[in-house]
């Protein structure tokens, strides 16, 4: 329009020249000065928006929850004028239904604790992040190492992992060689042998008084997960060559099903004749109880760092108890089983963005900010656990030699307990046919055969076989 006007004006001027004599244009006096041009008023800057960045954590220290609010959430909420930073803590009682409501309603927290196996649960229903969090963006991705897989879903990375808690077998050195033993079983064999020679009996009360293993769960000795890493160790596939379709009628399946047979017969007896548990005691089962000074009663535990022996005495020394306590991977069954590997199941805790959120970027910042390198190590400090990044395994890590061997093993044996379809339907089936194996009411082939008959079903239900 501005460049139409110009056009008529000129072409008007140029008619007036040609018409007649031209009018003289007024020059302005000497000395004159000219009226100020108006300038555009100072455009009015607008109130942040106000932001409430809901997290949602599980069953963390009152140390953890104190430093995320004391450090990470005012800083971040300075450096983004009208955020809030809301922190709701949780328990992992009833967690699936709390989290499948929030997905199915389509409204609940931004960033959520998940566990090591549920990107195949609800993957589907977290936002893609690599846009905020890819190489790209990100670059201290790379950082993060085998415990990333958790934390990824389809390819695509749905968070970031908190920390690694493998399970190992942690063994009285002291114990074991009291009872002719001196180093960790090899092989399956051994495993049973082993059982069979450091589990003892009062004959008064007809209960345990020493147990050789706990594995997981010290009662029934047929945890699902104890299963999973037995069978992985043996280098079993959890689904066949589709990928989807489940692999309990395996050979691995079938030996590592009699192999937790025979370790609950070795240390109870037969079903029909099975003796007492072993009697609770306070702290660790392959510790000292701190009341009584007597031995809990076990002599070795498959589990991760939670349920050993705390890795610090008050005054933060290392617990003199690791002293007499070997650290190692589960074997396998090589004789057996040539494919069999050293195995440390590896539990990763994350943190996933709701797919829902409206504050994905803000989620992906606040990520940022509270895993970097120094505040991986610091939050896994409070906890006694190996920091999820590579980078930040220094510092408490390297300087308690309990948990440099962790994390050494970790490093070197860790496998992920991760990518498994539906895998609250899976261990509801798994638990209640290893349940009935060790009370005698089902025979090993008819747990096989169930599993794989029930669970081929429930991945069918979800779609998931088609």
């Given amino acids: 329009m501005r460049s139409k006007i110009i056009a008529l004006f000129v072409i008007g001027a140029v008619l007036l020249v040609s018409c007649g004599t031209a009018t003289p244009v007024a020059t302005t006096a000497p000395g004159a000065t000219t009226a100020p041009v108006a300038t555009t008023a100072p455009v009015a800057t607008t109130a942040p928006v106000a932001t409430t960045l809901k997290i949602y954590l599980l069953d963390y220290t009152a140390d953890t929850i104190a430093w995320l609010k004391s450090d990470i959430n005012p800083a971040f909420e300075a450096a983004h004028p009208g955020v809030t930073v809301q922190i709701t803590e949780g328990t992992w009682s009833g967690w699936a239904t709390t989290f499948a409501s929030w997905f199915t309603v389509g409204s609940g927290p931004d960033i959520i604790n998940l566990g090591s196996e549920m990107n195949s649960m609800f993957g589907d229903s977290l ?92 009662g029934s000795m047929a945890d699902w997960q104890w299963w999973l890493l037995v069978y992985w160790s043996l280098n079993g596939q959890l689904y066949k060559t589709d990928g989807v379709t489940p692999n309990f009628d395996s050979a691995e399946a079938k030996a590592t099903t009699q192999f937790i047979s025979d370790m609950r017969i ?21 510790d000292v109880n701190p009341d009584t000074g007597k031995e809990n009663g076990a002599v070795c ?37 040539p494919n069999s590997k050293p195995v440390v199941l590896a539990f990763n805790d994350w943190l996933g963005v709701a797919q829902y959120s409206q504050n994905q970027a803000l989620a992906a910042d606040w990520l940022k900010a509270a895993f970097t390198k120094e505040a991986n190590n610091k939050w896994n400090e409070t906890m006694g656990l190996i920091p999820s990044r590579n980078d930040a395994q220094y510092g408490f890590v390297v300087d308690n030699p309990a948990l ?29 046919k290893l349940g009935k194996l060790v009370t005698g009411e089902l025979s090993v082939d008819e747990v096989l055969a169930q599993i794989q008959t029930e669970y081929t079903q429930a991945l069918k239900d979800d779609g998931v076989i088609k």
Wanted: proline share 7%; net charge neutral.
């Fill in 127 to 218: 936002a893609d992040m690599t846009q905020y969090l890819g190489k790209a963006a990100y670059p201290d991705i790379a950082n993060f190492g085998p415990s990333l897989d958790n934390a990824t879903w389809k390819g695509k990375i749905r968070g970031l992992p908190i920390f690694t808690a493998p399970r190992y077998s942690f063994c009285r050195t002291d114990l074991m060689t009291a009872g002719g033993w001196n180093a960790q079983p090899q092989n399956f064999a051994d495993w049973t042998k082993f059982a069979k020679d450091l589990s003892k009996i009062d004959p008064v009360t007809n209960s345990l008084t020493q147990q050789a293993l706990v594995p997981v769960d010290a």
């Fill in 266 to 286: 070795a240390t109870y007896g037969p079903a029909t004749k099975a003796v007492g548990a072993l009697p609770a005691g306070k702290g660790s089962v392959i």
């Fill in 301 to 337: 535990l498959e589990h991760s760092g939670w349920a050993a022996p705390a890795l610090t005495l008050a005054d933060k020394s290392p617990n003199p108890i690791y002293n007499k306590i070997s650290i190692e991977p589960f074997q396998g069954d090589k004789a057996n089983f």
């Fill in 404 to 432: 440099k061997r962790e994390a050494e093993l970790a490093s070197q044996y860790g496998v992920g307990f991760a990518d498994i379809y539906d895998s609250a339907k899976l261990s509801t089936i798994m638990q209640e």
